[in-house]
């Protein structure tokens, strides 16, 4: 139950954090940088919303470390719906513009963290942890 509350707590910090991050003006002239370099924060936009889908998968997960897949799936779609939000709304921020990689990346930051977090973690790791324990 502990788990629980912490976990969600940090979803919700972790949440409003990608948005404030969002919505800060960038004064820095990544526009002009070469598409053809590699960008290290497309590996940045990775990690959060790694770290946001770690934050659900524990806060969700029941006293089995279990959840439905229909709400994983509800998650992940959801979450696509607020990294498109989130990319979007920077077109309208002073230096700021909307960057389909960026909003990739936040995706594919979700999958992993539902594969890695969930079925990795979860599912395997803990969950035989607590059946070999038993034993």
């Not at 979450?79 to 939000?85: A, K, T």
């Not at 990739?104 to 930051?109: D, E, K, P, R, V």
Request: glycine share 4%.
């Amino acid at each position: 139950m502990v788990r629980r509350i912490i976990f969600g707590i940090l979803f919700f910090i972790w949440t409003i954090l990608l948005i404030l991050l969002s919505v800060i003006p960038n004064s820095d002239s990544l526009l002009d940088q070469d598409i053809s370099e590699f960008r290290w924060d497309y590996l940045e936009h990775f990690v959060f919303y790694f770290i946001l889908t770690f934050f659900y998968i524990f806060w969700r997960s029941n006293q089995k470390y279990t959840i439905r897949i229909t709400e994983l799936i509800l998650f992940l779609i959801a979450g696509f719906i607020f990294c498109w939000l989130t990319e979007y709304i920077q077109i309208f921020i002073p230096g700021r513009s909307f960057n389909i990689l960026d909003m990739a990346s936040n995706m594919a930051g979700m999958i992993a963290g539902i594969f890695i977090c969930y079925y990795l973690i979860l599912r395997i790791l803990i969950r035989n942890y607590f059946s070999q324990k038993s034993l």
